[in-house]
């Protein structure tokens, strides 16, 4: 079992589409703190189509409770602010990725605290600043998949 956490997410159809993915892969979905919409937006629920039933939801009111519901996880901080790619992680069952906000990423002090466990998603053109959340998840999540070698 995988976790996704996504820090205060802004924009609804991605948080849907990430839902969808992890009802797909059976990984257990965390928001954490306020997000940028009110989680029976409509816009979400249909970028989750019909799946929300089978989406394993926590919702945390900050990152330690996320912490405090997962002692026994590894977390890695998703960032444009590092040079570590994902595929250098060694990922295991249990593991939580964390997400930031679409607009501003995850917080620096977070990530200061946490260096050691901070990857980012290598992109070829340094024009283009980030990757949409959504498709920033899928692309660890399945890495995360493929090294741990679960079969959903």
């Given at each position: 079992m995988l976790h996704v956490a996504l820090f205060e997410p802004e924009i609804p159809p991605n948080t849907g589409n990430i839902a969808r993915l992890c009802a797909a892969?059976?990984?257990v979905l965390h928001v954490v703190g306020v997000t940028g919409f009110r989680m029976?937006?409509?816009?979400?629920?249909?970028?989750?189509?019909?799946?929300?039933?089978?989406?394993k939801?926590?919702?945390?009111?900050?990152?330690?409770?996320?912490?405090?519901?997962?002692?026994?996880?590894?977390?890695?901080y998703l960032t444009t602010?590092?040079?570590?790619?994902y595929t250098d992680a060694g990922f295991q069952i249990g593991d939580?990725?964390?997400?930031?906000?679409?607009?501003r990423g995850l917080p620096s002090d977070l990530l200061a605290e946490n260096s050691g466990q901070c990857l980012t998603i290598?992109?070829?053109?340094?024009?283009v600043?980030?990757?949409?959340?959504?498709t920033s998840v899928g692309i660890v999540l399945y890495e995360a998949i493929r090294q741990i070698g679960v079969t959903h």
């Amino acid at each position: 079992m995988l976790h996704v956490a996504l820090f205060e997410p802004e924009i609804p159809p991605n948080t849907g589409n990430i839902a969808r993915l992890c009802a797909a892969t059976q990984t257990v979905l965390h928001v954490v703190g306020v997000t940028g919409f009110r989680m029976d937006d409509r816009t979400l629920r249909r970028s989750g189509l019909d799946y929300w039933e089978h989406v394993k939801l926590h919702r945390h009111i900050d990152i330690e409770a996320l912490y405090q519901l997962l002692p026994d996880s590894r977390f890695w901080y998703l960032t444009t602010r590092t040079e570590r790619p994902y595929t250098d992680a060694g990922f295991q069952i249990g593991d939580c990725l964390i997400f930031g906000p679409e607009t501003r990423g995850l917080p620096s002090d977070l990530l200061a605290e946490n260096s050691g466990q901070c990857l980012t998603i290598p992109m070829s053109n340094p024009e283009v600043r980030s990757l949409n959340l959504a498709t920033s998840v899928g692309i660890v999540l399945y890495e995360a998949i493929r090294q741990i070698g679960v079969t959903h």
